[in-house]
């Protein structure tokens, strides 16, 4: 059902005076609340340092605080992909008031989106310091998302449960926490005590070390795609979907417009935010966007009773329970050969998991779902405008759920107000030569 277009949201103050208007209130940082002033101080639990909190905040918060109406913005903005990271982009620019169209080949978070297991975190993997900051603030972006949209998200704010028997690996956990509470990530090892009162449907073995990473959250990657894609429709965005990108019209060295299934549209900017198809559609520019393959297969229940209020990540099992009650399990997200989706794999995934949650046993398999994630060569996000074709905008990221209402926070600052967002030096497609 498409639903009415609504006003443009309230102008804010200006530009010049958003810094200003910033450190008098830190509050006014719209991606941070209260339980995130510690994220990144020097040591767990202290309260941030007000210049390092304006440092990785001040990205997060200017968004809320520049004009809607940008003098010299581009008129038309195409983005191409509805997974969770080119609903977001669409959704920022269209609250900033611009004119958008989002483009989706099939329907949205038909791709790696909604294939994901949708974890929000910044949790051991994310190194170094610059991109556990950048996750930091995805993190914090999801906070204030639930808040514009009245807490329909349904994330799940329960945290994160790791843990391992005696060996190697429980040996690194505890190296983990360690540098984790040193960057002021809100993470502490958990006793057996605390383990079972956070997962009391859970047997989890010989356990020699677990971790408790408190701020975490997981989210149905399919529904707040959905509700984000409707939200951007609401704020004036154009959605078109089944709409598949042919071919691309170039004049002066840029995009003019994209030929599409659906007829040819011009354009000022064009946004690829299209997963692992963006090599190709990128190619059509003369840019290219290296990326690898990364497959995931992820086994999904049938609707459960409530088991899991937060992520837990067994040593042969990661899983969680989505809003409707269904358990979803796989065995490892960094990325293996495997690609196998058939059902009789499946039933091994919930199998491995009912060996640490019993009551799954009893439940039935619904699907398993093979994604491919869109992982960049060095396996850290690609963002931003090329140098060999201006007006074309990358954003290709592995994470991308975590990542998503911060990419499209700075997507929006770069694209309506020519800003060079700094936390995104490391990122730019420029670092492949």
């Known amino acids: 059902m498409k639903l009415p277009v609504s006003a ?244 002066g060295g840029k995009v003019a417009a994209v030929e599409t299934s659906k007829g040819r549209m011009d354009l000022d900017t064009l946004v690829l935010a299209s997963g692992v198809d963006t090599t190709h559609l990128a190619a059509m520019a003369g840019v290219h966007v290296p990326l690898k393959a990364s497959p995931g297969v992820l086994a999904h229940t049938a609707p459960a009773a409530p088991l899991l209020d937060r992520v837990a990540l067994a040593p042969r099992a990661h899983m969680k329970q989505n809003p409707d009650g269904r358990v979803v399990t796989g065995s490892d997200f960094g990325g293996t050969p495997m690609t196998d989706a058939s059902a009789a794999f499946g039933e091994k995934l919930v199998e491995r998991a009912a060996a640490y949650l019993p009551e799954l046993a009893h439940t039935k398999l619904d699907s398993v779902t093979l994604g491919w994630r869109v992982m960049p060569q060095d396996e850290y996000p690609i963002l931003g405008f090329t140098d060999r074709c201006p007006n074309l905008y990358i954003a290709a990221t592995h994470s991308g759920v975590t990542l998503a209402p911060v990419i499209g926070q700075f997507a929006a600052l770069e694209i309506l107000d020519g800003a060079r967002v700094e936390m995104l030096a490391p990122y730019r497609l420029s670092r492949f030569g």
Not at 235 to 244: D, H, I, K, T, W
């Open 8 to 251: 443009s949201p309230p102008k804010s103050a200006a530009l010049d005076k958003s810094f200003s208007l910033f450190k008098r209130s830190p509050r006014l940082a719209e991606g941070l609340d209260e339980p995130f002033f510690s994220l990144s101080g020097v040591t767990s639990g202290a309260r941030m340092n007000r210049r390092r909190f304006l440092e990785i905040s001040a990205g997060a918060s200017v968004a809320a605080l520049v004009p809607d109406a940008v003098r010299g913005a581009p008129a038309r903005i195409v983005v191409v992909g509805g997974g969770i990271v080119g609903s977001s982009i669409a959704y920022h620019l269209a609250r900033r008031g611009a004119e958008v169209t989002l483009l989706e080949k099939s329907k949205p978070a038909a791709g790696a989106t909604g294939k994901s297991f949708a974890w929000i975190n910044a949790t051991f993997s994310k190194q170094p310091r610059n991109y556990f900051d950048l996750n930091v603030l995805g993190m914090a972006g999801w906070r204030r998302l639930d808040r514009e949209f009245s807490g329909d998200l349904q994330i799940q704010w329960g945290g994160c449960l790791e843990w391992y028997p005696a060996g190697q690996e429980a040996e690194a956990l505890r190296k983990d926490v360690r540098r984790a509470q040193e960057w002021g990530y809100a993470v502490h090892l958990a006793d057996d005590a605390e383990f079972q009162r956070l997962l009391p449907f859970l047997l989890p073995g010989p356990m020699a070390a677990a971790s408790f990473c408190q701020q975490e959250g997981a989210v149905d990657p399919v529904y707040v795609t959905q509700a984000i894609v409707e939200q951007a429709r609401r704020l004036g965005a154009r959605v078109v979907y089944p709409c598949e990108v042919t071919g691309l019209v170039r004049a």
